[in-house]
């Protein structure tokens, strides 16, 4: 009896060791995950008295300068994935920018907290001196900031600062399958038809939203959006980047040595594809000129069911882009009434130049943005998860422009009738909508 008790005793003694040591282990682990986090995101420390209480002033604009000149804020957004940071969409001078620190506003009293951030130039720059960049700050732990001010220094006067209200802060459902990016809309756009039809194809495709960074367009075009936005289906980000920066609409900065390129594309995405992450299911990356045509599937809710289907954990799904120039013409669907709206009539366009093995396809993209962390034009950057290159039985992107290969004789062309299968919606659609704006 003895014995048996001794027994006992030892091995309650070496349980308590090995629970012991397993606590110590996890204890000693989750402080070195949280020295490496605050080795990247130094903490949120107090650097206001009662006297400095959140105030500022309340950014108006959708690009706000700071003071440097160097810097532009578009928006925070609240980013939990892997810590509870604050993640700010801006543009920056990738040299001469290199400190910034949030100002959080704490409630429901008031204490401001500042926090240095950490300056994440997009590596998709293409030699442009500025470019889009993530300035991403640790948020304190003591409360859920609702505002944000970002400054060069951890010192200064709140009431001169811009504040910006902090977004995605609250979990939503989706109140949308599809929303379409379009960035950005410039050079005085009067592609008036051929936006329409875009517009209503991706309705029968499954867009319920459609989000465009508007820099210029004409007084007609404002017309067609003013109606859009009335239905409830277009929201327009206002775009002047050209206030701030000179601007080149190409993509290369040896092509046109300006301070951005292609009117902040890239920064107008990210921005799109955090502004939907909490209320769209999917966000669709294309040109106003671009339509993703499935062909094995009616629409893109279907489409979307089947890859995700057959590519597990995949978030961004990569589509080739055909070229159907406008210079061919097939007189089908010429609608008297259309001819007098300014743009191009798709319907005309069903011939598309052969793919050339030799040079990069600019794909385009349908992604979850709960996936994706930074985003270029015609890939995606920094991700959770992995790419797919789906295949062109499945879909195509529909590209009616200006030819790339322009000495191609017709009979060397592929026609390509995929989007005559919605032609009686669509011009049902479009018919509506010009009787409303332009008609």
């Not at 279907?302 to 978030?315: D, I, K, R, Y």
């Not at 406008?326 to 366009?349: A, D, K, M, Y």
Request: aromatic content about 10%; overall charge positive; some cysteine.
């Amino acid at each position: 009896m003895i014995h048996s008790g001794k027994k006992n005793i030892c091995t309650i003694v070496v349980c308590i060791l090995i629970f012991g040591t397993i606590f110590i282990y996890s204890w000693k682990s989750h402080q070195l995950q949280n020295n490496i986090s605050r080795k990247i995101f130094p903490p949120a420390k107090s650097a206001s008295p009662a006297s400095q209480l959140c105030r500022g002033k309340p950014a108006q604009n959708s690009i706000t300068p700071l003071k440097d000149n160097r810097t532009f804020i578009i928006s925070p957004y609240f980013d939990d994935r892997e810590s509870k940071v604050t993640r700010v969409i801006g543009i920056v001078h990738h040299e001469d920018v290199k400190e910034l620190y949030c100002w959080f506003c704490c409630q429901p009293h008031g204490q401001i907290y500042v926090s240095k951030a950490k300056i994440d130039v997009h590596s998709d720059r293409f030699g442009f001196p500025y470019g889009a960049a993530d300035i991403v700050c640790l948020e304190p732990e003591i409360c859920d900031p609702t505002h944000v001010s970002i400054h060069q220094s951890p010192h200064g006067n709140i009431d001169q600062l811009p504040r910006f209200e902090i977004k995605n802060r609250k979990a939503e459902t989706f109140s949308v399958d599809f929303t379409v990016c379009i960035s950005a809309m410039f050079g005085n756009y009067n592609n008036v038809l051929q936006f329409i039809q875009s517009m209503e194809m991706y309705k029968i495709l499954g867009a319920q939203k459609v989000v465009v960074y508007k820099n210029s367009c004409s007084e007609l075009m404002e017309k067609v959006l003013k109606f859009y936005m009335e239905e409830g289906t277009v929201e327009i980000i206002p775009w002047p980047i050209n206030s701030y920066l000179k601007v080149s609409s190409k993509w290369h900065f040896s092509m046109d040595a300006k301070d951005i390129g292609y009117y902040g594309q890239i920064t107008a995405l990210n921005d799109c594809i955090y502004r939907n992450m909490r209320r769209s299911k999917f966000v669709v990356l294309n040109d106003a000129d671009e339509i993703i045509l499935p062909l094995k599937h009616p629409d893109w809710k279907t489409m979307m069911s089947s890859l995700q289907e057959q590519n597990s954990g995949t978030g961004i799904f990569l589509f080739e882009n055909h070229i159907f120039p406008e210079t061919i013409s097939t007189p089908v669907f010429n609608i008297s009434s259309w001819n007098t709206v300014p743009g191009v009539n798709i319907l005309q366009h069903v011939h598309r130049e052969p793919d050339r093995k030799e040079v990069f396809n600019a794909k385009k993209m349908i992604i979850d943005p709960r996936r994706v962390i930074q985003t270029s034009v015609h890939s995606v950057l920094r991700a959770y998860g992995t790419s797919v290159n789906v295949p062109m039985d499945v879909a195509l992107i529909y590209h009616c422009r200006m030819p790339h290969q322009e000495n191609l004789p017709r009979d060397s062309l592929i026609r390509d009738t995929t989007l005559w299968k919605y032609n009686s919606s669509l011009i049902t659609n479009v018919n509506k909508v010009l009787q409303q704006t332009v008609l």
